[in-house]
């Protein structure tokens, strides 16, 4: 079946970076772009990050410069590298197709604090 596997989150200062993966099954994932999401404490889900099936990629601009999406197909796999983390970046980091959303997998935690 479908299904959508966030993980890389975790604690971390101000200033610092994280790698984010998701890992993607049960459906052919070179056809599709992808996004990612992040859903704070409170707050409705809001897009990160966004990479068409030929690699273009595109941001919003509160993390544009900061945050950069990839994807490898050969691992069925779509990466959120995260630099200059804010605190304001706390929340729950979700992946999904951009146009055709599944299932929402866990997400996985990124809490930015000193």
């Known amino acids: 079946q479908v299904q959508l596997v966030e993980s890389g989150g975790g604690l971390v200062q101000p200033g610092g970076s994280l790698r984010l993966s998701c890992a993607a099954s049960?459906?052919?994932?070179?056809?599709?772009?992808m996004n990612w999401y992040r859903q704070a404490p409170g707050k409705q889900r809001e897009w990160v990050a966004a990479?068409?099936?030929?690699?273009?990629?595109n941001y919003p601009d509160s993390v544009k410069g900061r945050f950069t999406i990839s994807r490898d197909n050969a691992k069925n796999t779509v990466y959120l590298q995260m630099n200059s983390l804010k605190p304001e970046d706390t929340a729950v980091y979700y992946c999904?197709?951009?146009?055709?959303?599944?299932?929402w997998g866990q997400g996985t935690h990124v809490t930015v604090s000193s």
């Open positions: 049960g459906f052919t994932f070179s056809n599709y772009a």
């Open positions: 990479i068409g099936t030929a690699g273009s990629t």
């Open positions: 999904n197709r951009a146009n055709s959303p599944v299932t």
